[in-house]
C-alpha cells in the first residue's frame, strides 16, 4: 500500500486544481510594508512596484504568511517547513535539527549547512556556514519565503538554497496571549503586545515574551527556554523607515542522543547510554540584534541597509568532554537599487561579517561535572560578499532575472591563517506567460557551501592548500498556475550537479583530516498545489517530492561508492491538508505526512523503513468582536501511534550503529488565544 501510494496521489490531487489567473507585476501601495520585499526582490518606488511576483519569478519559491503562521501551535516552524517541496526538516529534538534542500546538507550531524538562513537583513548562518533556524519562534514572524537551489545572488548563493524570515512589523495596537498545555508535560505561554503612535503613526513597537517547557518523549530530554524580542520601528516622511531588532533566547537541554536499532526497537524512550551517565546537555544564552533602514525617496531609487550583531555563551556537556563556546559577530549589509527605463531594475550591494569563536574542553567526570581543562582555542572568521541582480519585464508575457555573487572568506587561529580564493556564482532565468494562466520558467544558478578553519587543516594541523568549498551548478524548468482566490499549482523539474564533496578521512583513532573526495547527481521533480472551493469552506494543499540522488564519483578509504544513492535522503516525500470550515467558526484539518526508506550510510548496507504520520486538529472561535477576539483549538500529532525516526544520524560508526532518533509517540497539545484590540 506504501509503494502504491506515494505514486497515485499526486496525480489524483493534479485533477483538484483549476481555474488559474494571471498574476503578472502587481502595484501595491506606498507603505512601510511594502518596501520590506515581500517576496525579497527589490522595489521602485511612487509608487511602490514589486517587478517579480511568485509567479512570474523564474525559480523555485515557496512563501508562508502570516495566516500559515497563526495557524501554526507548534513551537518551531518544522511543520511549514516540512509542507514544502524539496525540503526535509529532520528533528530529533527540539534542539536538534537538520535540514536539507534538494539533498544538500545530509551530511552534517546536527545544524544545517550548505543552505542561507536571514532574519530580514540579519545573517543566522555563521562563518563556517552552519545555520540555527530553531532560535527563531514563530510568533515574532510575519512570513517567510524558501528559494530551493543556489538562484539568489543576493543572498549569497547557497548551495541548497535560501530561507529568509520576515519579523513581524507592529502595525496596530494589539495585546495577545497564548497558552498551549500537552503531552510530555508540555507548557508553552506566549504575551505579544504591538502598539502604533506618535504623529501619523510614525512609531511602532512590539514586544513578545515567549516561556517553553517539553519534558520530551525520552529520558534525558528535558528542554527549556526563555525567549524576549523587542521589535521597534520609526516612519518618516519622504521614504525613510528605521527598524531595530533585538532577539534574546535563555536556553537549557539535555540530550537524548541518537540509538542504534535494537534500542530502538525495543526500548524507543530510552537516551544513549553514555549521554544518560553524564546527563549530556546544552546551557546556552544568545543575542541577536539589527537596525535596519530603507531609503526611497520620489526620485525612484531604494536603499537599505543594515547593521547587526550576534552574541552566544554556551556549555555544553558531552560524554567524552565538556565544551565551552563564546561566538560574537557583527557585520552589514548595503544595496542599492535603481530604475533602469520604464521596465527593469539593478540592485548592486555588499554584505560583510567578522565572526570571532573562541572555545575549550574540559574532562568530563562522573555525573557531568566538569574536569581539568584539556584544549584552549579561538578562531577569526571573516566573510566578505558582492552581488548584482537585475530583473526586466518585456511586454505582458517575458520577465527576466539575472544576479552575479563574488564570495571571499578568511579563516585564522592566531598562528594559521587561509583566504578562499574569490569565486562567481553566477543566476540567470527566464519566465513566459503561454496564456493568462500558465507560466513556464527556466534557470540556471551555482552554488557553495562554506568551508571551517577544521576542513581546510590536514593531519598534522598544517593548512591544506588543495582543498576547495564544494560547488554545484542547478538547471530547473518549471510551469506554474495562479488564481486570484489563492488557488495555485507549480510543477518543477531540476537537476544539481555537485563537486568537490568535502569528506573526512580517518588516520588514527582520534586523527582526522578532510579531503574533496567526491561528486553527486541531484535530479528530482517537485509539485505543490493549494485548492479552494468556491464557498472557501474546504481547502486541500500540499506538496510530493521525487527524489533521485545519486554519487557520481565517490572512493573513500578504498570503498567505491559511485553510482550508489544519497544516504539520508527519501526517494519520495509527500505532505497533504484537508482544511473543512463547515461553520464560520469551527475549523477542522487532517494532515498527511508520507516518508519512504532511507538508506544510512554510503555503502548503502543499512536502510531504515519509511513512515506515514497523520495529525488532526480543530479549532473554535468562541469569542468574536471588535475589541475582544477567543479560540480553542486541539490537535492530536500521529494519530495512529506509528512508531517512527523523524531524523537519522548518516554513517554513524560502531559495531552497533546509532543511527535512529525515536519520534513522540500519539500526543495531545490544547492551546488557547485571546486577543484585545488595545
Given at each position: 500500500?506504501?509503494n502504491r501510494?506515494?505514486?497515485?496521489?499526486?496525480?489524483?490531487?493534479?485533477?483538484?486544481?483549476?481555474?488559474f489567473?494571471?498574476?503578472?507585476g502587481?502595484?501595491?501601495?506606498?507603505?512601510?510594508?511594502?518596501?520590506?520585499?515581500?517576496i525579497?526582490?527589490?522595489?521602485?518606488?511612487?509608487?511602490?512596484i514589486?517587478?517579480?511576483t511568485?509567479?512570474?519569478?523564474?525559480?523555485?519559491?515557496?512563501?508562508?504568511d502570516?495566516?500559515?503562521?497563526?495557524?501554526?501551535t507548534?513551537?518551531?516552524?518544522?511543520?511549514?517547513?516540512n509542507?514544502?517541496?524539496?525540503?526535509?526538516?529532520?528533528s530529533g529534538a527540539?534542539?536538534?535539527?537538520?535540514i536539507s534542500?534538494?539533498g544538500?546538507?545530509?551530511?552534517?550531524?546536527?545544524a544545517t549547512?550548505?543552505?542561507?538562513i536571514?532574519l530580514?537583513?540579519?545573517?543566522?548562518?555563521?562563518?563556517?556556514?552552519e545555520?540555527?533556524?530553531?532560535d527563531?519562534h514563530?510568533?515574532?514572524?510575519?512570513?517567510?519565503?524558501?528559494?530551493?537551489?543556489?538562484?539568489?545572488?543576493?543572498?549569497?548563493?547557497?548551495?541548497?538554497?535560501?530561507?529568509?524570515l520576515?519579523s513581524h512589523?507592529?502595525?496596530?495596537?494589539?495585546l495577545q496571549?497564548k497558552?498551549?498545555v500537552?503531552?510530555?508535560?508540555?507548557l508553552?505561554?506566549?504575551?505579544?503586545?504591538?502598539l502604533?503612535?506618535?504623529?501619523?503613526?510614525q512609531?511602532?513597537?512590539?514586544?513578545h515574551?515567549?516561556y517553553l517547557?517539553?519534558?520530551?518523549?525520552?529520558?534525558?530530554?528535558?528542554?527549556?527556554?526563555n525567549?524576549?524580542?523587542?521589535?521597534?520601528?520609526?516612519?518618516?516622511?519622504?521614504?525613510?523607515?528605521?527598524?531595530?531588532?533585538?532577539?534574546a533566547?535563555?536556553?537549557k537541554?539535555?540530550?537524548?542522543?541518537?540509538l542504534?536499532?535494537?534500542?530502538?526497537?525495543?526500548?524507543?524512550?530510552?537516551?544513549?547510554?553514555?549521554?544518560?551517565?553524564?546527563?549530556?546537555n546544552e546551557?546556552?544564552?544568545?543575542?541577536?540584534?539589527?537596525?535596519n533602514?530603507?531609503?526611497?525617496p520620489?526620485?525612484?531609487?531604494?536603499?537599505?541597509?543594515?547593521?547587526?550583531?550576534?552574541?552566544?555563551?554556551?556549555?555544553?556537556?558531552?560524554p567524552?568532554?565538556?565544551?565551552h563556546?563564546?561566538?560574537?559577530?557583527?557585520g552589514?549589509?548595503?544595496?542599492?537599487?535603481l530604475?533602469?527605463?520604464?521596465?527593469g531594475?539593478?540592485t548592486?550591494?555588499?554584505?560583510?561579517f567578522?565572526?570571532?569563536y573562541?572555545?575549550?574542553?574540559y574532562?568530563?567526570?562522573?555525573?557531568?561535572q566538569?574536569?581539568?581543562?584539556?584544549?584552549?582555542e579561538a578562531?577569526?572568521?571573516?566573510?566578505?560578499?558582492?552581488?548584482?541582480?537585475?530583473?526586466w519585464?518585456?511586454?505582458?508575457?517575458?520577465?527576466?532575472?539575472?544576479g552575479?555573487?563574488?564570495?571571499?572568506?578568511?579563516?585564522?587561529?592566531?598562528?594559521?591563517k587561509?583566504n578562499?580564493?574569490?569565486?562567481?556564482f553566477?543566476?540567470?532565468?527566464?519566465?513566459?506567460?503561454?496564456?493568462?494562466?500558465?507560466?513556464?520558467?527556466?534557470?540556471?544558478s551555482?552554488?557553495?557551501?562554506?568551508?571551517?578553519?577544521?576542513?581546510?587543516?590536514?593531519?598534522?594541523?598544517?593548512?591544506?592548500?588543495?582543498?576547495?568549498p564544494?560547488?554545484?551548478?542547478?538547471?530547473e524548468?518549471?510551469?506554474?498556475?495562479?488564481?486570484?482566490?489563492?488557488?495555485?499549482?507549480?510543477?518543477?523539474l531540476?537537476?544539481?550537479?555537485?563537486?568537490?564533496?568535502v569528506?573526512?578521512r580517518?588516520?588514527?583513532?582520534?586523527v582526522?583530516?578532510?579531503?574533496n573526495?567526491?561528486?553527486s547527481?541531484?535530479r528530482?521533480?517537485?509539485?505543490e498545489y493549494?485548492?479552494?472551493?468556491?464557498?472557501?469552506?474546504?481547502?486541500?494543499?500540499g506538496a510530493?517530492?521525487?527524489?533521485?540522488?545519486r554519487?557520481?564519483?565517490?572512493?573513500e578509504?578504498?570503498a567505491?561508492?559511485?553510482?550508489?544513492?544519497?544516504p539520508?535522503?527519501?526517494?519520495?516525500?509527500?505532505?497533504?491538508r484537508?482544511?473543512?470550515?463547515?461553520?464560520?467558526q469551527?475549523?477542522?484539518?487532517?494532515e498527511?505526512?508520507l516518508?519512504?526508506?532511507?538508506y544510512?550510510?554510503?555503502?548503502?548496507?543499512?536502510?531504515?523503513?519509511?513512515?506515514?504520520?497523520?495529525?488532526?486538529?480543530m479549532?473554535?472561535?468562541?469569542?468574536s468582536?471588535?475589541?475582544?477576539?477567543?479560540?480553542v483549538?486541539a490537535?492530536?500529532?500521529?494519530?495512529?501511534?506509528?512508531?517512527?525516526?523523524?531524523?537519522?544520524?548518516?554513517?554513524?560508526?560502531?559495531a552497533?550503529?546509532r543511527?535512529y532518533?525515536?519520534?513522540?509517540?500519539?500526543?495531545?497539545?490544547l492551546?488557547?488565544?485571546f486577543?484585545?484590540?488595545?
Amino acid at each position: 500500500m506504501l509503494n502504491r501510494l506515494h505514486f497515485i496521489l499526486p496525480p489524483v490531487l493534479c485533477f483538484c486544481i483549476f481555474g488559474f489567473d494571471e498574476v503578472i507585476g502587481q502595484p501595491i501601495g506606498n507603505t512601510a510594508d511594502s518596501l520590506r520585499d515581500s517576496i525579497e526582490w527589490s522595489v521602485l518606488s511612487a509608487p511602490v512596484i514589486v517587478h517579480a511576483t511568485e509567479a512570474t519569478t523564474p525559480f523555485s519559491i515557496t512563501s508562508i504568511d502570516q495566516h500559515d503562521l497563526d495557524q501554526l501551535t507548534a513551537p518551531t516552524i518544522e511543520p511549514l517547513l516540512n509542507a514544502t517541496p524539496g525540503l526535509w526538516m529532520q528533528s530529533g529534538a527540539l534542539n536538534t535539527n537538520r535540514i536539507s534542500i534538494r539533498g544538500v546538507g545530509y551530511r552534517e550531524p546536527f545544524a544545517t549547512t550548505g543552505i542561507k538562513i536571514y532574519l530580514d537583513e540579519i545573517p543566522l548562518t555563521n562563518g563556517v556556514g552552519e545555520s540555527s533556524i530553531e532560535d527563531i519562534h514563530p510568533g515574532i514572524l510575519s512570513g517567510l519565503n524558501i528559494w530551493r537551489g543556489p538562484s539568489s545572488a543576493l543572498w549569497g548563493s547557497g548551495l541548497g538554497g535560501m530561507i529568509h524570515l520576515k519579523s513581524h512589523i507592529p502595525d496596530e495596537n494589539v495585546l495577545q496571549t497564548k497558552l498551549q498545555v500537552g503531552s510530555f508535560e508540555r507548557l508553552q505561554f506566549d504575551q505579544h503586545v504591538s502598539l502604533r503612535y506618535g504623529k501619523n503613526q510614525q512609531w511602532g513597537t512590539a514586544l513578545h515574551y515567549q516561556y517553553l517547557n517539553d519534558a520530551g518523549y525520552r529520558d534525558n530530554n528535558h528542554y527549556r527556554r526563555n525567549s524576549l524580542t523587542w521589535m521597534q520601528q520609526w516612519r518618516g516622511e519622504k521614504g525613510l523607515a528605521i527598524n531595530t531588532f533585538v532577539h534574546a533566547i535563555g536556553l537549557k537541554a539535555f540530550i537524548p542522543s541518537s540509538l542504534n536499532l535494537n534500542d530502538y526497537e525495543n526500548n524507543p524512550s530510552s537516551a544513549a547510554p553514555t549521554w544518560a551517565a553524564v546527563k549530556g546537555n546544552e546551557d546556552y544564552t544568545k543575542w541577536i540584534t539589527g537596525l535596519n533602514l530603507i531609503y526611497a525617496p520620489a526620485q525612484g531609487w531604494v536603499y537599505r541597509g543594515s547593521f547587526f550583531g550576534t552574541f552566544f555563551n554556551s556549555e555544553e556537556v558531552r560524554p567524552f568532554n565538556v565544551l565551552h563556546e563564546d561566538n560574537i559577530s557583527a557585520g552589514m549589509r548595503h544595496r542599492f537599487t535603481l530604475p533602469v527605463r520604464d521596465n527593469g531594475h539593478i540592485t548592486i550591494g555588499m554584505e560583510y561579517f567578522n565572526e570571532d569563536y573562541a572555545f575549550s574542553t574540559y574532562e568530563t567526570l562522573e555525573g557531568g561535572q566538569t574536569g581539568s581543562q584539556i584544549t584552549d582555542e579561538a578562531e577569526s572568521r571573516n566573510y566578505l560578499n558582492a552581488f548584482l541582480q537585475t530583473e526586466w519585464s518585456f511586454s505582458a508575457k517575458w520577465y527576466l532575472f539575472a544576479g552575479l555573487n563574488a564570495a571571499l572568506s578568511n579563516l585564522s587561529n592566531g598562528d594559521l591563517k587561509t583566504n578562499t580564493p574569490i569565486d562567481v556564482f553566477p543566476t540567470a532565468g527566464i519566465s513566459y506567460s503561454i496564456f493568462s494562466d500558465l507560466l513556464v520558467s527556466g534557470s540556471v544558478s551555482r552554488g557553495y557551501s562554506s568551508l571551517a578553519l577544521d576542513d581546510v587543516l590536514n593531519a598534522d594541523g598544517m593548512i591544506n592548500t588543495d582543498i576547495v568549498p564544494e560547488t554545484g551548478w542547478s538547471e530547473e524548468v518549471s510551469l506554474k498556475y495562479f488564481n486570484d482566490h489563492g488557488t495555485f499549482a507549480k510543477l518543477t523539474l531540476f537537476t544539481m550537479n555537485i563537486r568537490n564533496t568535502v569528506l573526512t578521512r580517518r588516520i588514527m583513532d582520534d586523527v582526522f583530516e578532510k579531503l574533496n573526495g567526491g561528486s553527486s547527481i541531484h535530479r528530482g521533480m517537485e509539485f505543490e498545489y493549494k485548492w479552494i472551493s468556491a464557498s472557501e469552506k474546504i481547502s486541500l494543499d500540499g506538496a510530493y517530492t521525487y527524489n533521485h540522488f545519486r554519487f557520481d564519483e565517490f572512493v573513500e578509504g578504498g570503498a567505491d561508492h559511485s553510482g550508489n544513492e544519497l544516504p539520508g535522503t527519501p526517494r519520495h516525500h509527500v505532505y497533504t491538508r484537508l482544511t473543512l470550515s463547515p461553520w464560520s467558526q469551527w475549523d477542522f484539518h487532517v494532515e498527511y505526512h508520507l516518508i519512504t526508506s532511507v538508506y544510512l550510510n554510503d555503502a548503502n548496507t543499512a536502510r531504515a523503513d519509511g513512515y506515514q504520520l497523520i495529525n488532526a486538529g480543530m479549532a473554535y472561535e468562541f469569542i468574536s468582536g471588535k475589541k475582544w477576539t477567543g479560540s480553542v483549538s486541539a490537535n492530536l500529532h500521529n494519530l495512529f501511534d506509528v512508531k517512527y525516526s523523524p531524523m537519522f544520524q548518516i554513517n554513524a560508526p560502531g559495531a552497533q550503529p546509532r543511527y535512529y532518533y525515536p519520534g513522540k509517540p500519539r500526543s495531545f497539545y490544547l492551546n488557547m488565544v485571546f486577543t484585545h484590540k488595545i
